[in-house]
């Protein structure tokens, strides 16, 4: 008996998972293969990371490639010719206006590094009391201590508490009056006038920035109303707090667009990625900022090194090379235009479910999905968890946040697939109580 106490995993309860793990031993496309033979399909693109379906050949070629030649250069004060590529690739691709890339290796330094660059920019301005960073409720920015205080998720403070100047507007979730709302609800505008209420509140002059997943992912899919991100990104223009779009789920194509600034028409003072990036292929992240947060700060600074923050592995060469790699699929492939293609056979499929047991919601846009379960007698999370083992019995692999299943396939998911994520869940939804 493999002793699995050496491996403490995350985010999982260890004692459950060691009692019956679930191991997967290769992946192909939209498929993974477990340790027992059993073929699985990915209805959640891995983590919603790999947006082309899982090893890309591509993708592999170039990490091969790169590994061969050189694997590792120092970040600091030396550069390499990946991360150069990397940063025009992905420039490309932004909406215009956010032209500087910054790499980090995971979505949470993402948030981490884009907080940081809030407040050296209001210093670099000369704006030294904006240092309160707002966030929303639901929301999630990765686990660090920075991510954690301005996200919106009472599991991920509970034990560690709000170390940064944070305050949280409310939710755009709204049961009562969107239930079953497909793509983008009619109602909910008005949420972003609570806004205005906090920077009353706590004073203009003394926030730096607002962070915020365009569409929430991992604090159960919630799809902005109309109007909302027009409203939100007004209120920070006029009272000088820069808006930090949190794309680590949202972009690379995801809703349709290259990413939801980019679908939605908004672009934001900074933006932070990962995920995507690589195609889930090696851990990185990048945040793109705006000519004018580049600008302030390199231009105003004092010190030589006018962003004191980095990391060993920023740019690292072979993340940079499977980032290039990528993006010249997406390019290629016309991966978005296929996502946003496919999205309505996406939307019907996942609302013909309404009016099954158990199921008080469906959320939907581009080619994500929620399905919102009712909680069970047995408690929060109950049936959420249920529907993830018994559709992995099932050979199909989703994602349960609480009582709230994610969907996120990858763009190359075919319809008969789709039915087949969609039959799986209804079967099993069902039969919840059996
Ligand atoms: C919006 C958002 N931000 C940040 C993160 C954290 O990313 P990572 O797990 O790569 O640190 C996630 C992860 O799901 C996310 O969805």
Redesign the pocket.
């Known amino acids: 008996m493999t002793n699995r106490k050496v491996l403490w995993k995350p985010f999982t309860a260890n004692r459950e998972f060691n009692a019956d793990p679930k191991i997967f031993v290769k992946s192909d496309g939209m498929y993974y293969f477990t340790d027992k033979g059993e073929k699985v399909l990915d209805a959640v693109s891995g983590?919603?990371c790999c947006n082309l379906g899982n090893n890309h050949p591509k993708v592999v070629e170039a990490i091969k490639e790169q590994a061969g030649s050189m694997y590792y250069s120092t970040a600091f004060q030396i550069g390499n010719e990946p991360e150069l590529e990397l940063a025009k690739e992905l420039v490309s691709i932004t909406p215009d206006g956010l032209n500087h890339a910054f790499f980090t290796n995971?979505?949470?330094?993402?948030?981490e590094s884009a907080l940081k660059l809030a407040l050296a920019y209001h210093k670099a301005m000369g704006n030294g009391s904006k240092t309160m960073l707002l966030g929303r409720e639901h929301a999630?920015?990765?686990?660090n201590f920075g991510?954690i205080s301005v996200g919106g998720l009472v599991n991920n403070k509970r034990t560690y508490n709000n170390l940064l100047n944070v305050a949280h507007i409310p939710t755009i979730f709204d049961l009562k009056n969107n239930a079953f709302t497909k793509g983008m609800p009619e109602n909910g505008a008005d949420k972003a006038d609570s806004l205005l209420d906090t920077i009353n509140l706590y004073g203009a002059e003394n926030i730096a920035a607002l962070i915020m997943?365009p569409m929430a992912?991992?604090g159960g899919v919630h799809v902005p109303p109309k109007g909302y991100l027009e409203k939100i990104a007004k209120i920070c223009k006029d009272n000088d707090i820069l808006l930090i779009f949190?794309e680590?789920?949202t972009g690379f194509g995801r809703l349709g667009s290259a990413f939801a600034s980019t679908k939605f028409g908004i672009t934001p003072d900074i933006m932070?990625t990962?995920?995507g990036l690589t195609n889930g292929a090696i851990p990185m992240?990048a945040i793109v900022a705006s000519t004018k947060v580049y600008d302030a700060i390199i231009n105003n600074s004092k010190t030589p090194i006018e962003f004191f923050h980095g990391y060993t592995y920023s740019g690292h060469p072979i993340a940079c090379a499977a980032g290039v790699a990528t993006i010249k699929a997406y390019k290629e492939e016309k991966s978005f235009e296929k996502v946003a293609e496919i999205s309505p056979y996406w939307e019907e499929a996942l609302h013909s479910l309404n009016g099954t047991k158990h199921i008080i919601d469906i959320r939907n846009i581009g080619l994500v999905g929620a399905i919102q379960l009712e909680v069970s007698k047995d408690g929060i999370g109950a049936y959420g968890d249920k529907v993830f083992q018994e559709c992995y019995k099932k050979g199909l692999l989703v994602r349960a946040t609480a009582d709230t299943i994610a969907l996120s396939p990858a763009y190359i998911v075919t319809k008969e697939e789709i039915q087949t994520i969609v039959s799986t869940l209804k079967e099993v939804i069902e039969n919840l109580d059996s």
């Not at 995971?106 to 948030?111: D, L, N, P, R, T």
């Not at 999630?140 to 686990?143: E, F, L, N």
């Open positions: 983590l919603w995971s979505g949470s330094e993402s948030a999630y920015h990765g686990v991510g997943e992912g991992s949190d680590v789920i932070t990962a995920k992240g």
